[in-house]
């Protein structure tokens, strides 16, 4: 399977700050990228679609001035969570799918990265 | 009602027996289907992907797919420890519904030795 890598993949952060979660597609590329967020024993909650060379399409709900997307190139997008709040801390991953000639829908989850805010 | 019901488990089971696996949908739009795996604390694994009805086989992995009836199953044999996780089924659309995938909400399996 395709590989997908997030970074960093622990951060602890004083409320108030803003911290940048990377995600790369190590060996394919990605014009579209899925930002989700996890609670404990819970199942994935989509928040943002990343599209390279366009804006984000947020989620119902999601703040776009608080969760700050920017896919930079066919390979990387970013997430930076801004003046972070402890109900801010969660695990977030994200994904991309395979798609191309003969390929449906499989798409590739990140380790994720466990923020939490003090 | 949700769009993808899972239910959330525990399903414990000895070490050797099949692990059965199910979820029930409600949009007949969904064409792509797909089982994860997610171990604590790390993200979801693919496991198995399928397109429209049919049965696949990987290993000792199974998945089912019956369009007709809303209904997807996962069939994992000779479970081992190591199969202990939550294991999350997700499906969509065609590629003009944008990718985006519905998930439900996770079985949690715990295999004892």
């Known amino acids: 399977g395709a590989v997908v890598s997030q970074h960093p993949s622990r951060v602890i952060c004083k409320s108030g700050t803003s911290v940048k979660i990377e995600c790369r597609s190590l060996d394919f590329q990605a014009t579209t990228m899925f930002w989700y967020r996890q609670f404990p024993k819970k199942s994935l909650m989509l928040m943002a679609t990343?599209?390279?060379?366009?804006?984000?399409?947020?989620e119902q709900g999601v703040e776009k001035d608080k969760f700050l997307i920017n896919h930079a190139s066919l390979t990387l997008s970013t997430l930076t969570v801004t003046s972070a709040h402890p109900e801010d801390s969660s695990f977030y991953i994200c994904s991309a799918p395979i798609t191309g000639t003969g390929r449906g829908n499989e798409q590739f989850f990140g380790p994720g990265t466990r923020l939490t805010v003090l | 009602q949700k769009e993808v019901e899972q239910d959330p488990g525990p399903l414990s089971v000895p070490e050797g027996a099949i692990v059965s696996l199910n979820c029930t949908y409600s949009?007949?739009?969904?064409?792509?289907f797909m089982w994860y795996r997610q171990y604590s604390r790390k993200g979801p694994e693919l496991l198995m992907y399928t397109y429209s009805s049919g049965n696949k086989e990987d290993g000792r992995f199974t998945a089912q797919v019956d369009k007709s009836s809303k209904y997807i199953s996962l069939f994992i044999r000779d479970s081992q420890p190591s199969d202990s996780a939550t294991y999350l089924c997700?499906?969509?659309?065609?590629?003009?519904?944008?990718?985006?995938?519905?998930f439900g909400g996770g079985t949690r399996v715990l295999v004892k030795p």
């Open positions: 949009n007949s739009a969904f064409q792509y």
């Open positions: 990343s599209n390279e060379g366009s804006k984000a399409t947020y």
């Open positions: 997700a499906m969509s659309g065609n590629k003009a519904a944008g990718n985006k995938l519905t």
